[in-house]
């Protein structure tokens, strides 16, 4: 009965590889997010999907591409991953009921370590 | 811009003792939402309590309570009588709601609690 998943939980990689991590919700929710957590616990918002749009597009490398396949899954592909890449990734929905905004349901993350 | 500050990083008590946790935010926005989370050693972002910018009673939920303060630009959060598991990191977050669906949150720094028994 998870709610929100996310696959790998651990990922380790070297410099210059391509990864990707999967992310699905089964709350019928349909906005998605991902977002990074640094090494100092700081947590950002990356990017957004409302039914497979694109709504939130902050200002992160465009090496980082996400994908909808569908309202319940959001992934991440990362190319040519840096150092500084490394970070804990989450995957996060929501809903909105009558124009009001619901809190956000995180999976557990994706740890992911650059070599 | 919107901004969330949490000043203290990190707070110890002996169990059994209370723990505020203090939230301020800035935002431009007439409407919004605050919420708490809670992530724990093992990781994961555990939601607490959403508040929206016209409700400014305060809340409480076991050993749990908010104080939301508009005029203060304050959302704080008290644990009463605190216990082991209570040791993690709270985050406070701002949302910015987007006018098609979904919101941008915008977290604070976070503060860690560690309850020594």
């Known amino acids: 009965d998870t709610a929100v998943s996310q696959t790998p939980k651990y990922l380790v990689t070297q410099m210059g590889n391509d990864k990707s991590i999967k992310c699905e919700q089964n709350l019928g929710h349909d906005t998605m997010y991902w977002y990074k957590q640094d090494s100092k616990k700081f947590l950002k918002i990356m990017f957004s999907?409302?039914?497979?749009?694109?709504?939130i597009n902050e200002t992160v490398p465009n090496r980082f591409s996400p994908k909808s396949p569908d309202k319940a899954h959001l992934n991440l592909h990362i190319n040519s991953l840096e150092l500084g890449d490394s970070a804990v990734y989450f995957c996060?929905?929501?809903?909105?009921?009558?124009?009001?905004?619901?809190?956000?349901?995180f999976g557990p993350g994706t740890r992911l370590t650059v070599l | 811009a919107q901004k969330v500050t949490q000043a203290q990083t990190e707070i110890s008590v002996v169990e059994k003792e209370d723990v505020t946790l203090d939230c301020v935010y800035e935002?431009?926005?007439?409407?919004?939402?605050l919420f708490w989370y809670k992530q724990p050693p093992s990781g994961e972002l555990v939601f607490l309590i959403r508040?929206?910018?016209?409700?400014?009673q305060n809340e409480i939920s076991g050993r749990y309570s908010w104080n939301f303060q508009k005029s203060t630009s304050s959302f704080n959060f008290t644990i009463t009588a605190s216990q082991v598991v209570d040791s993690a990191v709270y985050f406070c977050a701002l949302s910015d709601p987007i006018k098609a669906a979904g919101n941008k949150l915008t977290f604070g720094g976070g503060t860690r609690v560690l309850v020594k028994p």
């Open positions: 935002t431009r926005d007439t409407t919004y939402y």
């Open positions: 999907y409302n039914n497979k749009e694109l709504i």
């Open positions: 508040r929206n910018s016209f409700d400014e």
């Open positions: 996060a929905s929501s809903r909105r009921l009558a124009g009001v905004e619901h809190e956000q349901f």
